[in-house]
C-alpha cells in the first residue's frame, strides 16, 4: 500500500506513475506494481475533483493519507503531481532546530512578522505550522491560517489553544487577510506570500499587536526580506513607508532548507525581537538589505559560541 511507503512526490500519469522522494534512491523510482489499483483510484479522483471544481491545484485524501494536488499538462498527457501531506504535526522540538530558535519561538506575547522562507520542498509551511502548534500549547489563544489549500492538519484543539484553518482561492488571500484581523486572533498564518496585497496586509497586521506567520519562497534571509519589500513597495505605500512598516513589524526571519539523506534541517536566521536589534532594523529601514547578511553571520555565531 502507499501508506507503508516513505515518499514525498508522486507523479501520476495515465499510463506510468513514479514516486519521488522515496530515501537511498534518486528521484524518480517506478510506482511498485502492487499499488496500480490503488494509484489508478487515485488519479481518477483526481480528475473527477478537477473537473468539477476547474481548479488546478487542491487537496485529495486517499485513506488516510492527503495530498496536494497540482495539475501538469504536458506534450502526451495529463499528469497530477501530488505532494504528500504529514499526517501529523511535527513537534517543534522534533525539527532539529538549535534550543536557542525553539526558545525565542515561544517568548510569551510575541507579535510581528515572523517569516519562513526557503525553496520549494523544503519544509517551510511544516516549520511553520510546528510554530502555531507549540505555541498554541505554550499559551493558548486563537489561531487562523489563510491557505490554498490548507497543508498540515491544525484545525481544532491545540491545548488550550485552538486553530481554525481557510481555504482561500490564491486571489483573494489579501482580503482573507483583511477579514482574519477583524476576527482578532493571537495567530495568523498566511500560507504563502506571492502577491502585493497579501505582503501588504500581512505587514499591517504585524505591526497590530498579533503575530503574523508566513512563508515565502527566497534563497537567503536577505532575499527574503527583500522579496516582501518588492511586492509591497506601492501598494502599503512609498519605498520609504514600506521600509519603515517592515523594519518596524518584522520579529524574525528564519531561512531553511533539508540536505542529505535523510534530509536534515539546515538554517540561518534574523532576530530582531527586543532592544538590541535597531541597527539590523535602521538597515532594513534604509533599505540596504544585502548589508543584513554580516548580522545574520553574527547572530549564528553568537548562537554557536552559546552567547545568548
Known amino acids: 500500500m502507499l501508506s507503508d511507503i516513505v515518499f514525498s512526490d508522486i507523479y501520476l500519469g495515465s499510463a506510468a506513475s513514479w514516486l519521488a522522494g522515496v530515501p537511498g534512491t534518486k528521484d524518480p523510482v517506478p510506482a511498485p506494481s502492487d499499488c496500480q489499483e490503488e494509484l489508478t483510484a487515485l ?13 488546478l491545484e487542491f487537496a485529495i485524501k486517499q485513506g488516510e493519507v492527503a495530498y496536494r ?29 538549535h534550543a536557542t530558535y525553539v526558545s525565542r519561538f515561544l517568548i510569551p506575547g510575541l507579535t510581528g512578522l515572523l517569516i519562513v522562507a526557503g525553496a520549494f ?3 517551510k509551511t511544516t516549520t511553520a ?21 490548507p497543508e498540515m492538519p491544525l484545525e481544532g484543539n491545540h491545548g488550550e489553544g485552538v486553530c481554525y484553518q481557510t481555504w482561500v482561492d490564491q486571489g483573494g488571500f489579501a482580503e482573507a487577510c483583511r477579514q482574519a484581523a477583524r476576527w482578532t486572533p493571537s495567530i495568523i498564518f498566511v500560507g504563502e506570500v506571492r502577491d502585493a496585497e497579501t505582503a501588504s496586509e500581512a505587514l499591517r497586521a504585524s505591526i497590530n499587536g498579533r503575530l503574523v506567520v508566513c512563508t515565502i519562497h527566497a534563497d537567503s534571509v ?21 521600509a519603515s512598516l517592515i523594519g518596524n513589524g518584522l520579529v524574525g526571519v528564519l531561512h531553511q532548507r533539508l540536505k542529505g539523506d535523510p534530509r536534515r ?33 553574527a547572530q549564528l555565531n553568537k548562537i554557536l559560541s552559546g552567547r545568548v
Open 129 to 149: 505550522a510546528s510554530i502555531i502548534d507549540a505555541r498554541l500549547h505554550e499559551h493558548g489563544g486563537v489561531a487562523v491560517t489563510i491557505e490554498d489549500p
Open 43 to 55: 488519479r481518477q479522483k483526481c480528475e473527477e475533483y478537477a473537473e468539477k471544481t476547474k481548479r
Open 69 to 97: 494536488a497540482s495539475t501538469l499538462t504536458s506534450m502526451r498527457e495529463t499528469v497530477y503531481v501530488l505532494r504528500r501531506f504529514p499526517q501529523s504535526i511535527p513537534k517543534l522540538t522534533d525539527l532539529g532546530l
Open 222 to 242: 536577505p532575499m527574503a526580506i527583500e522579496r516582501i519589500f518588492s511586492l509591497a513597495n506601492g501598494v502599503a505605500g512609498t519605498s520609504e513607508d514600506v
Open 265 to 297: 534541517l539546515e538554517v540561518e536566521s534574523l532576530w530582531l525581537h527586543g532592544d538590541d536589534y535597531h541597527g539590523a532594523r535602521n538597515q532594513i529601514k534604509m533599505r540596504k538589505f544585502d548589508q543584513l547578511a554580516s548580522e545574520v553571520n
Open 121 to 123: 520542498g523544503q519544509g
